[in-house]
Structure formats: structure tokens, C-alpha cells
């Protein structure tokens, strides 16, 4: 090597112009390139896919060709280059736009690989929690995407630092150092090259240095920001929900799937109840402006919501998987919302008992624990609609059960209109008055929840209703049906018409009478759960299921007694299958 004919001056202005250009070449690489990633993923459409596999075409080119392709757009002889005088060719400029075009690449696919892995669940519950498009793209895809974009920033850096082939073809001078080493080994061979290379890996190896920089990890920074939220005697300081009509109406087309819905109801307590794939999700996510309906109106309290956008239609929106934001600490998660009140969000951590988590990620909480900040989140801004979708799907049966309840009794000092999405008729009965049963897209029927318990409108919402073995009778009065061997059972509710019905009774709702009640027999005996045995039982002409203690054995008698109430009982229709006896 030699080092004593190393022309310091020279190398260093090379080395300067490099690094002013890879870093100027980076951010005009990321202005574009980031949003550009956004895009690709988030725009469907072949124009998209096209533009997609054309940015990354300067990685199979080679450097050379790319930049004679540069020559094509940029040279002094082009439209360009006679607009800006040939600018953009041989000088600082044209080693900038070398440099972006090579490594343009690397940052747009790596923001693109970063921007698919962001759940869009995540972007849409920030648009329900009041962020426009814009913070929705910075506070949750970008913020999520920031690592990958970081690496692709580096990467791009690093290309840009060492490119040669374009830039010695579209700028050979001022230059830069790639083309300065070029210059330098034809006149003076292999001792003036340690010289130079030693300070270019130096500065390349430095600049990976800086970007493996550990951040603090994201908890306890957040944590650091985060207001203590004070201990405080539950406290809700809301009123009851105001009456306030709610009315759809909705045609929405997706993949062969026809959602045709309309409900008008003035309860505050409302639930969607369906077998999956009926159009529960869809029918919320209209309502809260996720989607647009190819046709239909949503006005709440006579105000038009459908004009308005998801971020200002205030609206809570819980969906399935909670859309808790995985960069954010408790604290940070429950004050997301626009328009937070801060005393709300404190009642509401408060009383969901998340004060002792505030500074846990979602990562390092339960999932019972995650349900709950998205509640209280959801909870923490005004808003007058509260839209859950199968908060409880992904819970045991024990925290289940704890949940829902908890729910049931908030539900009485929200002041928002609630609407649950479930496939569970238990859940529906607790937690709402009004009921919309969904079919294929279709409405089955709507009402008040016990009104539509005891009378299915057919067989099809008796199951969704949580009927298993349905039985045949006949209506023989208003409030009285026959089940056959002279049976007649006691009904509750509306009138009945005259006529041949089905009917089921809820397992739980059976009981052992010591006097009095029907004589039945025990002719099956299932295994013993939870400390109760699951029975069959004849009584009548009919087969029910029955749940009792342990002692009861195949062949007993027994008698029985059926509360009024807990009869469901629906017409019996020419298609509906014969009893199972
Ligand atoms: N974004 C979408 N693109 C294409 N099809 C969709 C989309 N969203 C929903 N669908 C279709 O619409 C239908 C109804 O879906 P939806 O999610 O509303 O059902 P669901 O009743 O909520 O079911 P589950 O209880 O399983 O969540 C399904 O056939 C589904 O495939």
C-alpha cells in the first residue's frame, strides 16, 4: 500500500460527495418509497401489481444498463435533460438520482414486506377511535412498519454508498468514491487502493453501527410517558343510554356473498345473532363505516350517519381480536382514542382492574386482559354506539361467564347503545333486549329478545336460539300445547294459533318435582359433567334433553316440572323433519 501518495484532498471530497448523495439519494428514496410500499398493499388492482414488479427492476438490471437506462431519461438529448439544461447529467445531481434508482428497491420492499405483516384490523379500529386517514397511517401502519422500513432505510443507504455501475455512466464526475477508486486504480494500480478502501468500509461500518443503536425497549418507554392512574372507588359517572332510534338498512355484494339487511329499533341493548358466515361482521363493520354499502342508510337518533366517515361517526368498535395495538403499553392503548377524557379512561382502567398493568404491552397480558383494555379503550372517548363482535370467542367458559356478566352490569351505566355480535343464544339473552337473528345475509327476525326466545319465527331461528331436540306437538289453546299421551304443557308469551307446533326447553330449564308436575321416564343416561348428569327423558309422546344430579338412572321414573317461560315453541312447517322417536 501506499500511503504517502494518498491524495488526502481528493479522497476526501470523494468521500464527502458519496456520503452527502447516499444520504440525499436515501430520503428521496423514502419520501417515495414509503408510501409507495403503503400503496402496493394496501390498493388492490393489477395496475398496482404492475407497478410492483416494475420498482424492483433495477435489482435484476444490471448497474450499467440501469444507467443507460438513466441516460435515456436524464441525458442532455432527452425531454428532462432539455428542461433542466443537461443538469441532470455529469454533475452531484445526476449521482443523487443514480444512486436512488439502484436502491430504490431495497426500501420499497422492505416497506412493503413491514406494511402487509400490519393487521388492518389495527387501521380500522384507530378510524373508529377518531384518527383520520393520515394519523391512522402514522400512529399505527407506520409506527408498527418502523423496524423493517429502518432496515430497508439502511440497506438503501449502504447501496447508495457503494454504487458504481449507474452512476459512473450518468455522473463520472463530480466523484464520488466508487468512481474515484475506479480513477485511481487505472492510474496508479494496486498500492493507492488500501488508502481508500480502509476509510470507505470504516465509513460504511460506522454507519451500520449507528443503525443497530438499541432503542429502549417500547414498554418501558411508553410506560415512562404514561400518567399514573390513580386507585380510585368505582365511579362511572354516566347516565343510563338516552333513547335513541336506531335504523338501517343495508345491500352489500362481497365474493358471491348478498347482504340484505334493515332493523329499526329504539332498545339500547341490541344483539346479531347468527350461524357463522351470516353476515354478523359485516352488517357492524357497515355500520361503523369500515365498509360502504353498495345501497343504504344508518341514522341513529334521527342523525345520518352513513354521510359520515368511520373516524367521525362516533362510534366504539371492538372487533374479534380485540385490535389492541401491539406497540403500545396499557396506558397509551386506552388513551388512543381522539377526544380521550382522561377521568373516563381513569374510571374505566379502574374499574376493569387494569391500574397494576398499565405499563404491560398486550404481549404480557391474558387474554381476558386484553378484552378488557379494548373495552375500556373503547369506553374511554364519547361516543354513542358500542359495537362488539364475539368479545368473548376467544375465552374459557369460566371467564366467559365472568365477563359477561361484567358487561351485563356495565351495560347499565354506559350511556352508549350497544350491539353484540355472537353466536350464542345465552349470551344474547343476557346481554341484550332486542335481537336481530341473521341467515345467509337475510333477516330471519327481529324483536325483542324473550318475545323471539318463546316464539321462533321456524326451525332455523329455533336452532340459532340454542334449540337442539325439537319435538312435535299441537296447539290446542292460546297458552297450551299437547305433546301427546295425554300431556297438555303450560306456555308463556304471546297467544299461540291453533294448530300442529314444535318445541324445545332448554336442558337447565327442566326440574325434578317432588309433587305434583308430568310423569316421564329416564331413557338415557349420559356421563356425569360438572356435577350434573345429562338425561334423556320421554314424557309425552316426546324426547327432551335434561340435565339432573348424578343418582338418576336409565328406566327411572320421574316427574317433572317445566317452567311456562322456558318453553320455545314455533310453527310446525310441511319441511320440518319428524320428532326423533
Ligand atoms: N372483506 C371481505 N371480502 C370478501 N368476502 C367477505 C369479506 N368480508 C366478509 N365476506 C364474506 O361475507 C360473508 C359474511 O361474513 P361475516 O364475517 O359477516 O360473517 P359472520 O356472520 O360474522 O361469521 P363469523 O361468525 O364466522 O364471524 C362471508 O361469506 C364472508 O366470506
Redesign the pocket.
Known sequence: ADWRGADLAALSRAGLVSIASATLASLLVALGGIPLGYLLVRVPGRGMALLGFVVQLPLALPPLASGILLLFLLGYASPLGRLTGGMLTDSFAGIVLAEAFVSAPFLIVAARSSFAAVDPALEDVAATLGHRPWAVFRHVSLALSRPGIQAGLLLTWLRAFGEFGATVMVAYHPYSLPVYTYVAFGSEGLPAMLPILLPAVLIAMLVMALSLRRRAPVAARQAAGAAPVAMRAPSPAVAAAPEQPLDFTFLWH??G?E?DVAWQTRASRLCIL??????????L?LLAGL?NPDRGTVTLGGEDLGARPAHARGIAYVP?TFGLLPHLAVAQQVRFGVGCDPERARVWTDRLGLSDLLHRLPVELSVGQQQRVALARALSRPGRLLLL??PFSALDATLRGELRDELAAFQQDIEMTSIL?T?DPEEALLLADELLL?DG?RVLQSGPAEAIFRRPANEVAARLLGARMAAAGQAVAPHSIDIGGGILLEVAGEALPIGPIRWAVHPGRVALAEAGGHPATVIEAGPVRGGRRRLLVRLGDSVFPFDANPGLSHSQSVRLSIDPASLQVWPRQMLDLPTRH
Open positions: 362481497r365474493n356473498f347482504l347468527g350461524a357463522s358466515g351470516s353476515g354478523k361482521s359485516a352488517t363493520r365498509d374479534q363482535d364475539e355480535v353466536h341473521l345475509g
